[in-house]
């Protein structure tokens, strides 16, 4: 491993004498974790090489995969629903360079834990530096995918404006989220390994849910009122809001903060049941895995 990691991090400190069960431990282990920052910064990354080792081209196939993925589903859906290919594959290139950092908190969330049972079993570190390292891995992949977006903002001379500045503290939101998501799906499929599958399921119902495919505006716009009103619907999807705070400075659009005031309101009742979770079961992980 390399010499600017240091091992001896990966040592957990004492805890404040309190029990197992408690607020302080959960608190605690989230702050130890963070400090660690040098050990889950280097696996994550050391993640992603072992990923694509001996590849001619190494982490660049991230990007062509979604720009195939992106430029295929934009031809055939700006064809099928009649917008012009300029407006609607930078719109579907977003969305879904935004959906693979969500649908990868949450699928390999629900792993988390299972899949690190050798270092949870014989490494004394915090739980929160496995879910650090995951959150910091799909961001890396969210970064390499940011040239998808970067090529047609020069391709399609897309109009930004000083909303883009907006996209930083969108995409903090999303990297905040990703943390309790995978704290709560981790912990609880851990005790339940039927969790996987289903969340997985789950997630891929709600890819076609999520308007990435399509416009939420043209539906809800729509002059046949019962198009109109169960497009909606679509409002009751939590992850529609999280793409939304950040599709729309990244295209230069209108920014509609009601999609701010939900997030808002789901990452303080996510975080409120993360830490009711580690205070909880976070003792009995080790006995699960």
Sequence with gaps: MSSSVNLDAAESPALPSAPSRSWARASADLRQGWRQ??????????????RYRRSVLGPLWISISMGVIATGLGILYSALLSIPLGTFLPYVATGLLIWNFVSGCILEGSEVFIANEGLIKFLPAPLSLHVYRLVW???????????????????????????????????????????????????????????????SSVVQLMFYMTPIVWRYDLLVNNPNPNIAERAKLAELNPVMHFLEILREPMLGEPIVWHHWYVVGVITVLGWALALLVMRNYRARVAYWV
């Design 137 to 199: 891995r799909q961001t890396l992949f969210f970064l390499h995918n940011l040239v998808v977006w970067v090529a047609l903002v020069i391709i399609f001379q897309l109009s930004l404006s000083w909303t883009l500045l907006l996209a930083l503290p969108a995409f903090a939101m999303l990297v905040i989220n990703g943390g309790w998501i995978a704290i709560v799906s981790g912990v609880i499929a851990t005790r339940f390994r039927d969790i996987p599958p289903i969340i």
């Design 37 to 50: 920052r040098s050990l889950w910064g280097y696996l994550g990354w050391q993640d992603i090489k072992q």
